[in-house]
């Protein structure tokens, strides 16, 4: 069973960055598919950015553009998520998701393996 946990979270400064990771077990992620979606109070889960199996990233939020990127270490059985230039918007529980395929989705939906989250606070 893929079972992912996040790491990376906590109070940042605008303009300030942060690197997430989602460390997997259980599975290699050699045949995953790792996605990071966001949920920020009052809001729904959005997809941020997604990796497939062979490396090939989609982005889903265009609110990340040019601040964001997604990475994957194979060989950690790590993705990372680089956020830079993060403003108050960004501001929000980050999960990874993953499923056993080579297709990124941005539905949280299409997912079945999921992380408990870790929070991101952006705020001077």
């Known amino acids: 069973q893929l079972q992912l946990v996040e790491s990376g979270g906590g109070l940042v400064q605008p303009g300030g960055a942060l690197r997430l990771s989602c460390a997997a077990s259980g599975f290699t992620l050699d045949y995953v598919t790792i996605a990071w979606f966001r949920q920020a109070p009052g809001k729904e889960r959005e997809g941020v950015l997604c990796?497939?199996?062979?490396?090939?990233?989609?982005m889903y939020a265009d609110s990340v553009k040019g601040r964001f990127t997604i990475s994957r270490d194979n060989a950690k059985n790590t993705v990372y998520l680089q956020m830079n230039s993060l403003n108050p918007e960004d501001t929000a529980i980050y999960y990874c998701?993953?499923?056993?395929?080579?297709?990124?989705?941005?539905?949280?939906?299409?997912?079945?393996?999921w992380g408990q989250g870790t929070q991101v606070t952006v705020s001077s």
């Open positions: 998701a993953g499923r056993r395929n080579n297709y990124c989705s941005r539905y949280a939906s299409n997912f079945g393996s």
């Open positions: 990796i497939n199996s062979n490396g090939g990233s989609t």
